[in-house]
């Protein structure tokens, strides 16, 4: 009776295992499942429970394996049959056609083509399969020998543990591949390992490296490895070629690239590499190059290997996005509203196709956060079109005698005390004389987006501050009476005099909203500045009114209603009113009788994101219906950019050009909407 019922389970198992076997293909390889996760899961514990009965039918390709089994004290290493080898790289066309005549020169006259494979930022590995089934899974380590982490890699679900029908010449090879973390899962596993305080992973290279020397499979089991098959090592006629053999791979049940390509020439190479280069934002996983291969075995046998790297194959490479460099220093920038922010110093590095030596730190709470200390090796990323940050820190590398940065107490421009008001993140500098905030003050009221004052950019305000011209925006407008000291300054002469001060003269025409933002009333940016005017159309209005007026707009909340009346308090700033005043600057909006249908007449916008309260067709309609205009392209033309969630490369082309961006809440308050926020 109970060999019969063993008999009859081992028949379940086996059925199990095969339909399980089936189903990790049909999902993870193809992306075509075919039942529930539910229903999966049921099967699996179906198959875990008949294991426990009979522990003597487990075998090395059970599904079972896949929930991780027992830790490991530590790796084994192993001899790779056949060495792993590493490619030569290179960066440019220059380099990649110098590989092509090697090749030609190597091969003689018989015609030959190459395949074309993107190049996975993940971790080398190498699987080994004996009649059919895996048995021994390693990491590169040296090439020679590596570590044997077979029951982290069952785990990783789209590595068949048994092949799909392999045939005779098939049913024993090794294949190599990566194993690589997709960028949103990868994210997602940050997220939640910050929710429960732990470490975070720099990217999803280090992330997948790191979880493959764990030594508990189980651990493996819940983070989100993937596998690609690359390469194929079986006893096979030399007639074949690489291209066949990962069309094998994946009738064998591996997944295998879909972007792979056959190309004639290398014109045709670097045309594959120019594609990827821009479109790997496009990929949900992080690619640094593509890799060149001889596609005819014959010819790859040919050219041979030397050193560590096989003559018939080339890694061209993307500049990097993410690398490692020095922290030099940690140093203090004061904005002009007093905020001071910590920049990282960096010993320069070539990333994303720029040299950066500096990035924003943003504040302490940030410092803290990634663990950095100046003289740190530090991870910076820059992605297609994003500006460089500092992204992490590789801890393996601190040298002693480091120590945590720490703000002091002192501004770094004008020596006044620094602090740092309860709940926020940043550390301010009190003292509104401050040579910095001065000195932005001026930068930030002459802006394209504000005065629009054509000429005065940084080094003109940082040479007027530091000779005493002027100390404050409202200084501008008495320059008039200096035209003769400002043409004799160095580098100067009397036609930029004339020039700056017929732009200042210029700017006294601008409307009263672009003033309003101009003076730089802490959080006014320019659509709370238009929003305010639309509801108190002068100066005057707005200096007499109280703090519960301004909250009664929607759209203006406490923080701002209580920055608009600190700064009309201050003695100082009302002072500067009156002075610009004298000097004709604009202090009420003057509406034209049609505002509401033209509020936003013969202006143009560019739409980058997605916003959360409308659509875009549905934002294009309300701008239209304002008189404005909707491009699709960011040019010297463009007014403003508006900004949503996740907004590509027209928001670096906007910063570049220097156009207006405006967010959500602006834009809302632009077209007099409100934001669900609020
Ligand atoms: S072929 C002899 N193909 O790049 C074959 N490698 O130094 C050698 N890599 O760490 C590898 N994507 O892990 C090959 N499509 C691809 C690849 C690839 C990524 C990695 C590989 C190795 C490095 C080459």
Same mark, same amino acid.
């Given at each position: 009776?109970?060999?019969?019922?063993?008999?009859?389970? !081992?028949?379940?198992?086996?059925?199990?295992?095969?339909?399980?076997?089936?189903?990790?293909?049909?999902?993870?390889?193809?992306?075509?499942?075919?039942?529930?996760?539910?229903?999966?899961?049921?099967?699996?514990?179906?198959?875990?429970?008949? @294991?426990?009965?009979?522990?003597?039918?487990?075998?090395?390709?059970?599904?079972?394996?896949?929930?991780?089994?027992?830790?490991?004290?530590?790796?084994?290493?192993?001899?790779?049959?056949?060495?792993?080898?590493?490619?030569?790289?290179?960066?440019?066309?220059?380099?990649?056609?110098?590989?092509?005549?090697?090749?030609?020169?190597?091969?003689?006259?018989?015609?030959?083509?190459?395949?074309?494979?993107?190049?996975?930022?993940?971790?080398?590995?190498?699987?080994?399969?004996?009649?059919?089934?895996?048995?021994?899974?390693?990491?590169?380590?040296?090439?020679?020998?590596?570590?044997?982490?077979?029951?982290?890699?069952?785990?990783?679900?789209?590595?068949?543990?048994?092949?799909?029908?392999?045939?005779?010449?098939?049913?024993?090879?090794?294949?190599?591949?990566?194993?690589?973390?997709?960028?949103?899962?990868?994210?997602?596993?940050?997220?939640?390992? @910050?929710?429960?305080?732990?470490?975070?992973?720099?990217?999803?290279?280090?992330?997948?490296?790191?979880?493959?020397?764990?030594?508990?499979?189980?651990?493996? +089991?819940?983070?989100?490895?993937?596998?690609?098959?690359?390469?194929?090592?079986?006893?096979?006629?030399?007639?074949?070629?690489?291209?066949?053999?990962?069309?094998?791979?994946?009738?064998?049940?591996?997944?295998?690239?879909?972007?792979?390509?056959?190309?004639?020439?290398?014109?045709?190479?670097?045309?594959?590499?120019?594609?990827?280069?821009?479109?790997?934002?496009?990929? %949900?996983?992080?690619?640094?190059?593509?890799?060149?291969?001889?596609?005819?075995?014959?010819?790859?046998? !040919?050219?041979?290997?030397?050193? #560590?790297?096989?003559?018939? +194959? /080339?890694?061209?490479?993307?500049?990097?996005?993410?690398?490692?460099?020095?922290?030099?220093?940690?140093?203090?920038?004061?904005?002009?509203?007093?905020?001071?922010?910590?920049?990282?110093?960096?010993?320069?590095? =070539?990333?994303?196709?720029?040299?950066?030596?500096?990035?924003?730190?943003?504040?302490?709470?940030? /410092?803290?956060?990634?663990?950095?200390?100046?003289?740190?090796?530090?991870?910076?990323?820059?992605?297609?079109?994003?500006?460089?940050?500092?992204?992490?820190?590789?801890?393996?590398?601190?040298?002693?005698?480091?120590?945590?940065?720490?703000?002091?107490?002192?501004?770094?421009?004008?020596?006044?005390?620094?602090?740092?008001?309860? *709940?926020? +993140?940043?550390?301010?500098?009190?003292?509104?004389?401050?040579?910095?905030?001065?000195?932005?003050?001026?930068?930030?009221?002459?802006?394209?987006?504000?005065?629009?004052? *054509?000429?005065?950019?940084?080094?003109?305000?940082?040479?007027?501050?530091?000779?005493?011209?002027?100390?404050?925006?409202?200084?501008?407008?008495?320059?008039?009476? #200096?035209?003769?000291?400002?043409?004799?300054?160095?580098?100067?002469?009397?036609?930029?005099?004339?020039?700056?001060?017929?732009?200042?003269?210029?700017?006294?025409?601008?409307?009263?909203?672009?003033?309003?933002?101009?003076?730089?009333?802490?959080?006014?940016?320019?659509?709370?500045?238009?929003?305010?005017?639309?509801?108190?159309?002068?100066?005057?209005?707005?200096?007499?009114?109280?703090?519960?007026?301004?909250?009664?707009?929607?759209?203006?909340? %406490?923080?701002?209603?209580?920055?608009?009346?600190?700064? =009309?308090?201050?003695?100082?700033?009302? #002072?500067?009113? @009156?002075?610009?005043?004298?000097?004709?600057?604009?202090?009420?909006?003057?509406?034209?009788?049609?505002?509401?249908?033209?509020?936003?007449?013969?202006?143009?916008?560019?739409?980058?994101?997605?916003?959360?309260?409308?659509?875009?067709?549905?934002?294009?309609?309300? /701008?239209?219906?304002?008189?404005?205009?909707?491009?699709?392209?960011?040019?010297?033309?463009?007014?403003?950019?508006?900004?949503?969630? *996740?907004?590509?490369?027209?928001?670096?082309?906007?910063?570049?050009?220097?156009?207006?961006?405006?967010?959500?809440?602006?834009?809302?308050?632009?077209?007099?909407?409100?934001?669900?926020?609020?």
């Amino acid at each position: 009776m109970v060999s019969v019922e063993r008999s009859s389970d !081992k028949k379940r198992i086996e059925a199990l295992r095969s339909e399980l076997g089936e189903h990790d293909n049909r999902y993870y390889v193809l992306a075509q499942p075919t039942i529930s996760d539910t229903q999966y899961d049921a099967l699996m514990r179906e198959l875990m429970e008949l @294991e426990k009965l009979h522990p003597e039918l487990i075998t090395p390709d059970s599904p079972s394996h896949r929930v991780g089994g027992a830790p490991t004290k530590e790796f084994p290493p192993v001899t790779h049959s056949v060495p792993m080898l590493s490619l030569a790289n290179t960066y440019n066309e220059t380099e990649v056609q110098d590989f092509d005549r090697r090749v030609k020169t190597l091969i003689g006259n018989e015609r030959y083509g190459y395949v074309c494979e993107l190049k996975f930022d993940g971790v080398a590995i190498s699987l080994h399969y004996q009649r059919g089934l895996f048995t021994q899974g390693a990491t590169r380590g040296d090439g020679t020998q590596g570590d044997e982490i077979t029951q982290n890699l069952k785990t990783i679900r789209s590595i068949p543990l048994r092949l799909l029908n392999p045939s005779k010449d098939f049913a024993t090879i090794d294949v190599r591949g990566e194993a690589y973390m997709n960028r949103e899962d990868f994210r997602k596993m940050n997220e939640e390992r @910050e929710l429960i305080g732990e470490k975070t992973f720099v990217n999803p290279r280090n992330s997948a490296a790191g979880t493959l020397k764990l030594q508990d499979p189980k651990i493996v +089991a819940q983070r989100p490895l993937n596998f690609v098959a690359y390469y194929l090592l079986a006893k096979q006629r030399t007639d074949s070629s690489h291209f066949d053999n990962l069309q094998q791979l994946r009738k064998l049940g591996f997944p295998v690239s879909e972007h792979s390509r056959r190309c004639k020439n290398i014109d045709e190479v670097i045309q594959f590499w120019r594609k990827w280069e821009d479109q790997r934002d496009t990929l %949900p996983y992080d690619i640094d190059g593509i890799v060149v291969k001889v596609d005819s075995l014959a010819h790859q046998e !040919k050219l041979g290997t030397i050193a #560590k790297s096989p003559r018939w +194959a /080339i890694a061209f490479k993307f500049a990097a996005r993410s690398v490692q460099t020095v922290l030099k220093n940690i140093t203090l920038q004061v904005g002009r509203t007093g905020t001071i922010t910590p920049v990282a110093e960096l010993e320069p590095v =070539f990333v994303g196709g720029t040299t950066v030596s500096r990035a924003t730190l943003h504040n302490e709470d940030y /410092i803290n956060e990634l663990g950095i200390r100046p003289g740190d090796t530090v991870v910076v990323e820059k992605g297609g079109d994003v500006i460089p940050k500092v992204s992490g820190v590789i801890l393996e590398k601190r040298v002693s005698g480091t120590r945590p940065f720490r703000f002091g107490s002192a501004c770094p421009a004008c020596g006044s005390k620094i602090f740092r008001p309860l *709940e926020e +993140a940043n550390y301010y500098c009190e003292n509104s004389e401050c040579p910095a905030q001065v000195r932005g003050r001026i930068e930030h009221f002459a802006h394209r987006a504000a005065m629009d004052i *054509e000429g005065l950019g940084e080094a003109i305000v940082d040479q007027l501050v530091t000779l005493e011209f002027v100390e404050s925006y409202a200084d501008l407008y008495d320059l008039r009476t #200096k035209a003769k000291q400002l043409a004799s300054l160095e580098r100067w002469g009397e036609k930029s005099a004339s020039n700056l001060l017929d732009a200042i003269a210029a700017s006294t025409s601008r409307p009263f909203s672009r003033v309003l933002y101009a003076i730089g009333i802490r959080h006014v940016g320019a659509g709370v500045a238009q929003l305010l005017v639309r509801n108190f159309p002068s100066i005057d209005e707005l200096m007499s009114i109280t703090k519960e007026d301004l909250e009664r707009i929607p759209g203006i909340g %406490p923080r701002i209603a209580e920055s608009v009346m600190h700064f =009309f308090e201050d003695k100082h700033n009302r #002072k500067l009113v @009156e002075r610009m005043r004298k000097a004709g600057v604009q202090l009420a909006e003057r509406f034209s009788k049609s505002t509401s249908k033209s509020a936003l007449s013969e202006k143009t916008f560019v739409l980058t994101g997605s916003l959360s309260t409308l659509t875009r067709e549905e934002a294009k309609q309300r /701008i239209e219906a304002l008189g404005g205009k909707v491009t699709s392209t960011v040019s010297r033309n463009t007014d403003y950019v508006v900004v949503g969630e *996740e907004a590509g490369s027209k928001l670096t082309k906007a910063r570049n050009l220097g156009i207006r961006t405006i967010d959500e809440p602006e834009f809302l308050s632009m077209i007099g909407k409100t934001s669900r926020t609020n």
